[in-house]
DNA sequence: TCAGTTAATAGACTAAAGTCTCTCAAGCAA
DNA sequence: TTGCTTGAGAGACTTTAGTCTATTAACTGA
């Protein structure tokens, strides 16, 4: 963040991006908790300390590379195109659903070392989660305003439970697919009334 | 689950307990990632070795302690008196929210090492997520068969989506208080049909 | 009583995370 | 060129999880 005041050796970026390399290399080939740090230092040719003076965690390393490599995980759904936000909806969980299986073990872990790190915790939950939540609950809010969800309904909750949908069955090993997305979207967006 | 069949030393039951109230006591004062199994083991007055022969990590050991202690944390939800299916939902998540409150860092470890060890996964959540689900899913479908909720909707994804709100709650930091509670019940019960 | 069996204790050992220190490298400004 | 500053490399050190082994304790059946 700070601007570099003065001198001083310039640190090696080629030493980064041989490490995200590396993590990211690793991480997949033999899974998050098989891989020790020192394992990556060495894959990348790159003294550990080097690793530390870069990173706090292991978590911080691998949660940057995948992110980097996966342009963030799904872009901000268009709004104002021709489509329901219903639609958008389902789309867009569609989307993010085939970027999570791709890593999906190493998320597992990240989302596990943020429960035991309160630092990376913090970190995770403003760079990763919170932009997602807001997505759904900005895509909800345009569509009460379309007057495709009763103004009844409350954003905020209806993103969590979103959200919390598919954390769950991310942890809980259950499929991450399209049929996930069309339930969520039709539990969302089809409320016939409740008999009386 | 196999009965003993002969002679040998029996297990002494008091040094199970011991280990169990003494990883409960340590986990509760200093947290979980804090407490090293040497420190139970050593508190509880016991080898090391004796806890390893009775359980396979820390999280096991811990699961089962506040587990025990506390009940299972809450009953199934009695559908048979005079309640709505929606009230029941409602006193029922409040009921689960007061437990989750008071051991909430120890269960998002618990979580956390869920995700690093397949065999403590396996066992965590046919102990205790499944049956959590089933008592939602159950609660739901009665809830329709009593004309409370429409034929139209899907219990399972409620369930799933009712836990998952709680679940990413509690591993984001975010309130498990009774207003949250009444959120996810509106969100369910409350359905008016959106505008044509 | 004694042989067989299983549990408990104590301690050694490995692998890894994380911290620390020392030395060298690479840039800056006077 | 000479200090000054910061990064990089190498390795020591501590703590912990987890495994393993040898020895002793407690119980059973013949």
Chains 1, 2 share one sequence.
Not at 91 to 103: A, G, S
Not at 109 to 129: G, L, R
Request: aromatic share 8%.
């Amino acid at each position: 963040m700070t601007e570099k005041v003065s001198g001083g050796r310039p640190t090696d970026e080629r030493a980064s991006a041989a490490l995200k390399a590396a993590a990211l290399q690793l991480v997949r080939e033999n899974g998050y908790e098989k891989v020790s740090i020192a394992a990556i230092a060495k894959e990348a040719g790159v003294a550990r300390q080097t690793l530390y003076n870069r990173w706090n965690t292991k978590a911080d390393l691998v949660l940057e590379a995948v992110f980097e490599e996966t342009g963030n995980y799904a872009a901000q759904p268009a709004l104002e195109d021709g489509k329901s936000c219903r639609v958008v909806l389902e789309e867009f969980l569609i989307n993010v659903f085939e970027h999570l299986n791709k890593d999906r073990d190493t998320l597992c872990s990240i989302i596990a070392a943020a429960q035991k790190d309160v630092t990376f915790n913090a970190s995770f939950h403003k760079s990763f989660v919170l932009p997602r939540e807001k997505m759904i609950t900005a895509l909800l809010h345009r569509a009460q305003d379309r007057g495709e969800l009763s103004r009844d309904r409350n954003p905020e909750m209806i993103s969590t439970m979103i959200h919390g949908a598919f954390w769950y069955r991310l942890l809980n090993r259950g499929a991450l697919d399209a049929r996930l997305a069309t339930d969520i979207t039709t539990e969302v967006f089809e409320r016939p009334p409740a008999k009386p």
